[in-house]
């Protein structure tokens, strides 16, 4: 078999998308948050005329406008992969899969793209009316986007409204079948939410740090910190119900990948245990040193305290998918996500006492658990695609049919080169990121520094105008 450093062309080409998806993500998994934050300062700062909601949202857009730039252009190589790594795919499935694609270019990147300019530089030319309009729009575009990507992966997921022509390809026969399948609402929800979770922690440990840097008397910094654990406090529960919720019916349509990501090896008749930690031992099929509740994964799947759970003993060895990644990356997920709650509860608790502005142990929790939410989405992903082997279009399409026929070290040296590259391109942007998440928010900051557009009025701009409020007198 052709090999490169042992791997195989296959392999090869799952780790360079793998690799490339994951760092792509972290991207958007940022922007889809930040732009409805964005959206809700704005529209705080217009209805209540705090400032320092304006200069929450001048010190965010910046941070916002470079990870959106970062999550299109590592966006488009994961394109250029489909017809590389996997043109077989490509071909076969691209009749349900390419229209969907079309689609969120046509609405959602249209939309994010045709208002951007106005939400970063567009306040002092177009008002504070159709700015804030420009503003949701890129909000509204971000969730769009993310709807139809969900769509092509759920489908992936859970496949339903095709037929197959003479050529072995997926042929489109019901397209209200094909964008909502049984896992799609499920799996936006979960996305949606991780992605406002993901950003309420980065904005709370931006927050933390601004305090723990002797700020508490910036509006805009204390401001940052409170949205955010109010933020937490709700999304952190709501995204362990949805999760729940998300699990349920992948084991009513991936019994596999759930009894892959419980540890189950072997069927229980008389209810499953809950195994919280162990090493799976994929080649002798079993969990060695094994840490289990007995009966509890019945219960939480609602089966019951004697209620059976197949394993991995009902598939053909060939049928199972890696249990030790999606075993541990599933426990990464979780364990994130109960630390979560915690850390939403602390701050309640803080605020209940008074003292969210006087809890250092608090502000270096947050500024410890910023990037959190980033892994547990990296984690969560990781869970449901591997968790889908071995198909790259669930029980229809397998990985291994799917690849391009290239030799492996032709993926083995593109692999490296992604990684270089990578690191080194994206690197420098989350570096000039996080110098930004470092600077104190400045009273009175523009939005993207912007030179001032056309004025209406004796040389008051309509920003200028609207701080003055509607009694103030024109110079």
């Known amino acids: 078999m052709d090999t490169f450093l ?30 409805s934050y964005l959206a809700v300062l704005n529209g705080l700062y ?19 406008a470079i990870a959106f730039g970062m999550g299109v252009v590592s966006g488009i190589v994961m394109s250029y992969q489909f017809g590389t790594n996997w043109s077989v795919f490509s071909d076969l499935a691209g009749p349900v899969v390419g229209p969907l694609m079309a689609y969120e270019v046509l609405t959602a990147f249209f939309l994010e793209a045709g208002f951007l300019g106005i939400m970063l530089f567009g306040r002092e030319k177009v008002g504070p009316g159709l700015h804030m309009f420009a503003t949701a729009m890129v ?33 489109p026969e019901d397209w209200w079948a094909i964008v909502f399948t049984p896992s799609f609402p499920y799996r936006l929800a979960h996305t949606l939410t991780a992605a406002y979770l993901t950003t309420a922690f980065i904005v709370g440990g931006v ?41 349920l019916n992948t084991l009513e349509h991936q019994p596999v990948k759930i009894a892959a990501m419980e540890g189950h090896f072997h069927s229980h008749e008389d209810g499953a245990p809950l195994i919280l930690f162990g090493l799976p031992d994929q080649e002798a099929g079993e969990m060695r040193y094994e840490l289990s509740i007995p ?36 426990r990464v997920m979780v364990g994130l996500g109960f630390l979560m709650v915690g850390a939403g509860l602390w701050g309640l608790l803080s605020r209940w006492r008074g003292n969210l502005y006087a809890s250092p142990w608090l502000w270096r929790a947050m500024v410890a658990m910023g990037p959190s939410g980033l892994v547990a989405v990296i984690a969560g992903w990781i869970t449901t695609e591997v968790g889908r082997q071995p198909y790259v279009v669930y029980n229809q399409l397998r990985t291994a049919d799917a690849v391009s026929p290239l030799g492996a070290s032709a993926v ?16 420098a942007g989350v570096l000039y990121i996080l110098r930004l998440m470092h600077r104190e928010p400045d009273i009175g900051e523009s939005d ?20 003055r409020g509607p009694s103030a007198p024109a110079e």
């Open 46 to 64: 217009l209805w209540t005329k705090d400032a320092a909601y304006r200069d929450v949202f001048n010190f965010w857009v910046k941070i916002f």
């Open 295 to 330: 009966h509890l994964s019945s219960v939480i799947f609602g089966l019951g305290w004697n209620g059976a759970m197949e394993g991995l003993d009902v598939v053909p060895d060939e049928e199972e998918p890696p249990v030790a990644v999606i075993f541990w990356s599933f």
């Open 448 to 467: 993207a520094d912007a030179e001032p557009g056309p004025t209406r009025a004796a040389g008051i701009t309509p920003q200028q105008q609207f701080d």
């Open 6 to 35: 042992g791997l195989d062309a296959t392999l090869l080409a799952r780790i360079q998308f793998g690799f490339t998806v994951s760092f792509h993500f972290i991207f958007p998994a940022i922007s889809i948050g930040l732009a």
């Open 139 to 171: 909000a509204v575009g971000t969730a769009i986007s993310a709807t139809w990507i969900l769509s092509v992966n759920s489908w992936m997921q859970t496949p339903q409204g095709f037929g197959v022509n003479a050529d072995g390809q997926f042929i």
């Open 207 to 247: 927050g933390g740090w601004q305090l723990l840097r002797g700020r508490v008397h910036n509006a805009a910094a204390r401001r940052m910190f409170s949205m955010a654990m109010w933020m937490i406090v709700v999304t952190a529960p709501l995204q362990v119900m949805v999760g729940h919720e998300h699990g």
């Open 412 to 427: 083995g040296w593109s692999l490296i080169a992604f990684i270089v590259i990578y690191f080194a391109v994206f690197g």
